[in-house]
């Protein structure tokens, strides 16, 4: 979908409003399970309607693959970068934020009613409007003014801190799920769509005892607070050495009538921690994948997920299974597709599969002396960015007296106007995207502490899955799920390690092949403006073998609107070259190619 700009007051959102940003160079939407909502835009200033984006106007764009059109409102635009500015708004359900409502209070209350006066109450004209599947009363009370945001979530006493759920922002409608999305049957299956697998995990969430207490008042309106005789619980599974405490305040899980003693108490914390495992760490798996709905042998599975579904993670290879939860997706707006989905703790029976399955190819003996690809690649990729930059601008700065006491590396001349910028002083050295005052998501600071996409201190942990690659520790030892190469240094001599070495050597007798093609004028034209030649190379795990191929094992087809006439374009490429050009006359709106490489004797794929 392209983007449609509106006027900052605009209501009817049926219209094409100002204009479709059809110059649109990039636009991602990110949502997280009760989190933030937001839409990032990269815009020419050469563009169209460059002139009219402006703070406070609102962008339609397309969220994820099953949601209406969403209205985001802009909140920052940055200073031209090449000839580029990067747009980022916020969904529209932020302006709530902004919007105050009065004090009031309930002794029981369903939360539609109470949000209904909430919303009532507000002291700004509003089109929002409010729904839950809630229905069981509790007490509520607006304290003192406040947004009608902090009253929905984030604070004590909110609606989700009272009643929890999971929220839907649609445009002006407010939807409170007691569980929003469903259980859609949708498999992300390694060597069908999943195309990358990321673990991270910390260690913020884990404790080795709890806390547990609650307030009661007693016929003088006194308050009394209840504990347990032994104070703590302690939580046996807990992985931490350092002893740490969780102080949870129960008062709001008895009912108003409900007499609050100490072994209802404990009986309560019990609970608590049997269906919330706080000793163990709680990691997410980030995956990216091909929407194969979009493909015309695909069409009739309409394997669409949205936040808060439930979908199905398998890798065939190493034996993994998992049911896990949506949280997070970041979906490219212009290309239609996720480019990543976060799954919750739901997820954890993978990771422990992942992990167990890490260990026993890492105890296997084998000696390989080659350098690990992925190593290699990040080796590469660093070397173009330092090389290849130009530009920029060096700060040395001083205080009072003169003294320098600061080093900055900034994409802009000043300070005010930078956006990526490098920080140096006593303190560490840091990268920010964010400007001068951070956050600063890339560090070394003075304390020893390295702080990366996946370090949170001075420790790295030995279970990393990064593009499909399981790495030991040190990183002498790896397996690339991706491309099938093994490097084990490790020795042993176990039953166990003998099978893995025989389910290593099977593997590794496999042709595994893997198509790659390559557009030599970019991947998306717009204007009509179509020049590019396509090729295909095929690599034999990480060997490039497509001179040694026969042409007509390659396949090339093309998937637009137009069914006949890909038929017609289909028939005419059915093998015989490793590259074609691609014109105008190649593409009526729009279309993608794919190529596939094929056995000429049985005619059947080679790509699995």
């Not at 020419?44 to 460059?50: A, S, V």
């Not at 406070?56 to 099953?66: S, V, Y």
């Not at 919303?119 to 229905?135: G, M, R």
């Not at 020049?531 to 087809?557: H, K, M, R, Y």
């Amino acid at each position: 979908m392209i983007p449609v700009l509106y006027k900052a007051n605009a209501t009817n959102f049926s219209t094409y409003g100002i204009g479709t940003l059809a110059d649109t160079i990039s636009c991602q939407v990110t949502e997280e399970r009760n989190g933030s909502y937001e839409c990032v835009m990269s815009y020419p200033i050469t563009g169209q309607f460059y002139s009219e984006i402006q703070k406070e106007r609102l962008i339609k764009a397309k969220p994820n693959d099953t949601s209406a059109n969403q209205m985001f409102r802009i909140y920052r635009i940055t200073k031209p970068l090449n000839g580029i500015v990067k747009i980022y708004a916020q969904h529209i359900s932020y302006d709530l934020t902004s919007i105050a409502t009065t004090p009031w209070s309930a002794d029981n209350i369903m939360p539609q009613v109470a949000l209904d006066t909430v919303f009532e109450k507000a002291l700004t004209p509003h089109n929002f409007t409010f729904h839950t599947d809630y229905e069981n009363s509790k007490p509520f009370s607006v304290s003192k003014p406040k947004s009608i945001r902090s009253v929905l979530g984030g604070e004590e006493g909110s609606l989700i801190s009272l009643w929890g759920g999971e929220f839907e922002w649609d445009n002006y409608r407010v939807i409170h799920h007691q569980g929003r999305g469903t259980s859609t049957g949708v498999v992300i299956e390694y060597g069908k769509n999943l195309t990358s697998l990321e673990q991270d995990a910390d260690i913020s969430g884990i404790y080795t005892d709890i806390l547990p207490y609650a307030v009661m008042t007693d016929e003088n309106d006194n308050e009394i607070v209840i504990t347990l005789a032994e104070q703590v619980l302690s939580i046996s599974n807990s992985t931490l050495v350092q002893r740490k405490t969780l102080i949870k305040d129960f008062t709001d899980s008895f009912e108003m009538d409900e007499v609050i003693t100490e072994e209802a108490l404990r009986s309560k914390a019990e609970t608590y921690l049997k269906n919330n495992p706080l000793g163990v760490e709680n990691p997410t798996i980030k995956v990216s994948f091909e929407p194969l709905w979009k493909q015309p042998e695909y069409a009739a599975v309409l394997e669409r997920v949205s936040l808060c579904d439930r979908v199905t993670i398998k890798h065939t290879d190493l034996g993994v299974s998992a049911t896990a939860k949506v949280v997070t997706t970041v979906y490219d707006t212009l290309a239609e597709k996720y480019v990543s989905i976060t799954l919750g703790s739901a997820k954890s029976t993978l990771v422990d599969t992942v992990s167990s399955t890490q260990s026993a190819v890492a105890n296997a003996t084998e000696k390989v002396d080659r350098l690990p690809s992925l190593m290699a690649s990040a080796i590469n990729s660093a070397t173009k960015l330092i090389t290849g930059q130009s530009g920029g601008y060096v700060v040395l700065r001083g205080d009072d007296t003169g003294q320098p006491y600061e080093l900055l590396v900034m994409d802009a001349p000043t300070i005010d106007d930078a956006v990526n910028i490098w920080r140096w002083n006593v303190g560490g050295l840091g990268f920010s995207n964010n400007g001068y005052n951070g956050p600063y998501e890339t560090a070394i600071t003075a304390d020893g502490a390295i702080v990366a996409d996946f370090i949170t201190s001075g420790t790295l942990i030995a279970n990393i899955i990064k593009a499909g690659t399981l790495s030991s520790q040190d990183g002498s030892s790896y397996w690339n799920l991706e491309t099938g190469e093994v490097v084990l240094r490790a020795y042993a001599t176990t039953e166990s390690v003998e099978e893995t070495n025989t389910r290593i050597d099977e593997i590794n007798e496999q042709k595994m092949y893997r198509l790659v093609i390559s557009s030599s004028n970019g991947n998306i034209f717009k204007n009509n403006n179509i020049n590019t030649t396509l090729t295909a190379t095929v690599f034999s795990w990480d060997e490039n073998i497509t001179d040694t191929l026969d042409p007509n094992q390659f396949i090339w087809t093309r998937v637009s609107d137009d069914a006949e006439a890909d038929k017609e374009w289909n028939d005419k490429h059915y093998g015989g070259a490793k590259s074609i050009d691609i014109t105008k006359e190649d593409v009526n709106i729009r279309a993608t190619f794919f190529c596939d490489l094929i056995d000429t004797t049985t005619r059947k794929s080679l790509l699995g």
